[in-house]
């Protein structure tokens, strides 16, 4: 069985997504909604970024990939837990709404 | 992009089998003929994306996800073994993507059925407020009405009773004056009937001669005039006066009466025959007419002669 014999080059395409996807991830407020989904992507390209620097670039690629897929995930999730939040507070808004009405038509 | 409800159960299934922890551990052949691999094989995979893009709601609103997933599944397929695994996690990661994708876009349309039944109740809730207020408002001006209804009955019902005073007063005023007149109508009749009696006197008086040839008349005085021993006329007695006077009246005005009064004490005869006249002269009978005629004697006796 053959290896694979290509000399390995710094995958700084893969950081550089990583990196991108992480940023995407904060202004979608991953860090605060999704803390956990977060970390772990966080976590990720720190290792990525670590390996690279004892120039081991296959680990370092594999770490940036787990970077830049957990970011986009925590992005999702984050987009979930804004929309559940929103759907709450505009269900108790509208329940209190109802309430005023049937006060209100009640009251003549 | 439609309404399509993702299926819960199908969710939790796909999110079990692909957690980011513990993927489950699959003995798969990988096309090198690698038979270490403890992750899923790029067929696997491909299936999995596919089944989970099968439903049209995650077609319609996961699209970037499952084209990301897709390329990550792509890149799996074409690396070399070193970079397998980590090919293999990441388009795992991406295809949980795809779910929660779904899951997100799900839950905004549902955010946005609330947002609009929110902006209805609100614009109902502000209907029903107007319409509290202009109700409260028609209440007020209703009850001011009322209010400047009841002060003009109130000013016009005082207005009335000022008059009916008025005129109650202006009544009694005509009722007084009219009885003045009739007083002064009456006192002027008085003073005429005494003219007219005191003509007639005088005729009878010049006549003279056919009145002295009349007989006497003797009216005879009751005892009840007086009680027994005194010279003051009783209450019974009063009546009897007043028949004297009148049967004195029914006779001429100038016709003497002279006042018989006889008794064992001569003196309360007298007493009493002037106590008599005075009577009678308060009947009206002229005082000039009257002559007292007292006298001692056994049987008492009390009368007045007319003309004798």
């Not at chain 2, 893009?53 to 995650?58: E, G, L, M, R």
């Not at chain 2, 779910?99 to 209805?120: H, S």
Request: aromatic share 2%; proline share 3%; glycine share 4%.
């Amino acid at each position: 069985m053959l290896a694979a014999c290509a000399p390995t080059r710094p995958p700084l395409d893969e950081l550089d997504a990583a990196s991108r996807a992480l940023a995407i991830a904060r202004e979608a407020q991953a860090p605060q909604q999704v803390e956990q989904d977060y970390r772990v992507a966080a976590d990720a390209f720190r290792r990525a970024q670590s390996a690279m620097a004892r120039a081991e670039y296959d680990e370092a690629a594999a770490h940036a990939r787990q970077a830049e897929a957990h970011a986009e995930f925590a992005t999702a999730s984050a987009r979930v837990a804004r929309a559940r939040a929103e759907l709450e507070r505009l269900r108790a808004e509208n329940e209190t709404l109802a309430r005023n009405l049937a006060e209100m038509e009640q009251r003549p | 992009m439609s309404a399509h409800r993702f299926p819960a159960a199908m969710l939790a299934l796909v999110l079990l089998a692909g957690s980011a922890d513990a993927a489950p551990p699959r003995r798969d052949v990988v096309a090198t003929g690698d038979t270490r691999a403890d992750y899923p094989s790029p067929e696997e995979l491909a299936a999995r994306i596919d089944h989970i893009a099968a439903d049209p709601f995650v077609a319609a609103n996961a699209a970037g996800a499952i084209a990301a997933a897709r390329a990550s599944l792509l890149r799996f397929g074409e690396a070399r073994r070193a970079e397998r695994e980590s090919w293999a996690r990441a388009t795992e990661r991406r295809i949980q993507t795809i779910q929660v994708t779904a899951e997100a876009a799900q839950l905004e349309a549902e955010r946005e059925r609330l947002q609009r039944g929110n902006e209805r109740l609100q614009l109902d809730l502000a209907r029903a407020e107007a319409a509290r207020v202009r109700a409260e408002l028609e209440r007020e001006r209703l009850q001011a009405q009322i209010r400047a209804e009841e002060a003009e009955r109130l000013q016009l019902a005082a207005e009335a009773a000022r008059l009916e005073g008025e005129q109650a007063a202006q009544a009694a005023d005509a009722a007084r004056a009219e009885a003045r007149q009739a007083k002064r109508i009456a006192n002027a009749q008085a003073r005429a009937n005494e003219l007219a009696r005191k003509e007639a006197e005088l005729a009878a008086a010049l006549e003279g001669g056919s009145a002295k040839g009349a007989a006497a008349r003797t009216l005879a005085v009751a005892d009840s005039l007086f009680a027994r021993g005194a010279a003051s006329i009783t209450s019974a007695g009063r009546q009897e006066v007043a028949r004297l006077a009148a049967a004195i009246a029914a006779e001429p005005a100038t016709r003497t009466l002279r006042i018989e009064a006889r008794g064992p004490d001569r003196e309360l005869a007298e007493r009493r025959a002037l106590a008599l006249r005075d009577a009678l002269v308060g009947e009206g009978v002229a005082k000039g007419r009257v002559t007292i005629d007292a006298a001692r004697a056994d049987a008492p006796r009390l009368r007045v002669v007319i003309g004798g």
